[in-house]
């Protein structure tokens, strides 16, 4: 059938491990959108000859004309060389930076957070060997650029924002100095973030005292509380890589008060090989996460009969209760195994997941709130083409916009940003698929209150194997702006 079931409470054993790093006061101001920001303790001789040295540089360079700051100009490109189809922006560096999470505000701002490791280009990395930084557009056009962690590895993968406009990141730090700090010993921690709208550090948790933690993935609930999804489990021996750096995971979520405050922590497992991608809210408060399992064992988790890949969607309570679990793969005469990577619910209130299959297919599937399975479909499944979805959100008629990318011919295989909208029986409606030369993707998507959507990912340079963070923009019809 494709399916397999559980209803029951939780597996035992809330994370009592993660605990909370919280300073209040300590502000981060990064609008220089170049420097790492950091709490590192200078004496006031050194502020003093910085700061001397500073304005005059700036002074100097004023007089002569020079822009030393890239800044974004309009709403969708940059003051850098944008690409040549309107609509797109392209963030050009000299080696790795990409969009993990993007988000909009109720003002109509754009915000997307990501990774860099370069060091030129409009997103430098600081004093680390990479790390997190944001954008901010806002809906005059007017925009920043910021740069958080320390002398390690740091990275935000997901972005939300709150009513009052406070910008909410998670990810993980590998830095035990800078702006969050982990706490674990051997591994990363997961990190949650609070940003106000003109690029102040307002709080942070760093969760996580041993093995390696992990936030993915983050939501808000209707009274505006604060999820966050992740993994947490032992590290791995030879850690070289955020790919590389838990085995044998545990699925866990964690709800935080408004103000950063920890509600509660769950894990629910112990169940090697389970891992969440994605959070979503429903109206009534619930919290259903997606993922994907990979443990073929008895449980909750379990992968359907015969399959060692299956998509995970489960659904708890506000107060973090395990009300039913279940694993799937597409259906079909000869279903392949597969895995889930966005989650939003639709405008008739079911859960809509997103993924592929291990057949490089794209993969939808819609439940009841219960978890009973209304349809599940595949789609782009050209023999040789590689296809898949990365993230899904709700659009304002109530269907569901999907984002990844796609390889247009068997020939190259150079992957296009794709994003499609599927309606509430899963029927594939307008899709957009662009690109170029060089291969690019999308890893994150969100719907403005006025209907336009906006998705962030990368784009790889061949010429240089750098990897450019990524911006594209449309309207509700699937046409560029």
């Not at 003002?107 to 990774?115: L, N, W």
Request: aromatic share 8%; charged share 15%.
């Amino acid at each position: 059938m494709g399916v397999r079931s559980f209803k029951g409470a939780a597996a035992p054993g809330v994370f009592d491990a993660w605990t909370q790093n919280y300073e209040e006061g300590i502000v981060s101001d990064t609008q220089d959108k170049i420097t790492i920001s950091s709490r590192r303790r200078l004496d006031g001789s050194k502020i003093f000859v910085i700061i001397t040295w500073t304005l005059l540089v700036l002074f100097f360079a004023g007089a002569a004309g020079i822009t030393w700051y890239p800044t974004l100009s309009a709403r969708w490109s940059a003051k850098v060389t944008p690409l040549a189809i309107p609509g797109t922006s392209a963030y050009p560096g000299n080696h790795q930076a990409e969009f993990k999470g993007v988000a909009t505000g109720a003002d109509g701002s754009v915000v997307a957070v990501g990774r860099t490791d370069s060091t030129t280009g409009v997103f430098r990395r600081g004093l680390g060997n990479a790390d997190a930084f944001i954008v901010r557009i806002g809906p005059d056009g007017k925009a920043w650029s910021g740069i958080y962690g320390g002398q390690s590895d740091d990275i935000f993968n997901a972005v939300t924002v709150q009513p009052d406009g406070t910008i909410i990141a998670v990810g993980s730090t590998m830095s035990i100095d800078g702006d969050f700090g982990k706490v674990s010993v051997e591994g990363p921690g997961a990190v949650v973030a609070a940003i106000s709208p003109n690029n102040k550090l307002l709080w942070h948790k760093t969760l996580g005292t041993s093995g390696c933690t992990e936030f993915v993935a983050v939501s808000l609930t209707p009274n505006g509380n604060i999820v966050a999804a992740g993994q947490t489990g032992p590290c791995n021996p030879s850690p070289g890589s955020p790919t590389s750096w838990m085995y044998a995971t545990d699925n866990a979520l964690v709800m935080l008060s408004p103000q950063g405050d920890l509600l509660w922590s769950q894990v629910y497992g112990p169940f090697a090989g389970v891992n969440f991608t994605s959070v979503t809210t429903t109206s009534n408060g619930d919290i259903v996460a997606a993922g994907y399992s990979t443990n073929v064992a008895d449980g909750p988790y379990a992968c359907v009969p015969g399959h060692m890949r299956c998509g995970v969607i489960i659904l708890v309570t506000p107060t973090g209760q395990l009300e039913w679990a279940k694993t799937l793969t597409e259906v079909g005469t000869n279903p392949h195994d597969g895995q889930f990577r966005g989650i939003s619910i639709n405008g008739d209130g079911n859960i809509v997941a997103v993924g592929d299959t291990m057949n490089d297919d794209c993969w939808a599937v819609a439940l009841t709130p219960d978890g009973t399975t209304i349809w599940n479909k595949t789609y782009l499944t050209t023999i040789g083409t590689t296809s898949l979805f990365t993230s899904a959100a709700t659009a304002t008629d109530g269907n569901i916009i999907a984002a990844g990318m796609r390889s247009l011919n068997a020939v190259d295989n150079i992957g296009v940003p794709m994003v499609v909208m599927l309606d509430s029986q899963g029927d594939l409606g307008w899709t957009y698929a662009g690109g170029g030369t060089n291969p690019e993707s999308l890893s994150s998507i969100a719907v403005m209150p006025d209907g336009h959507i906006v998705a962030a990912g990368s784009m790889n340079n061949k010429s240089t194997s750098a990897n450019f963070a990524y911006l594209i923009a449309l309207n509700s019809d699937g046409t560029l702006t």
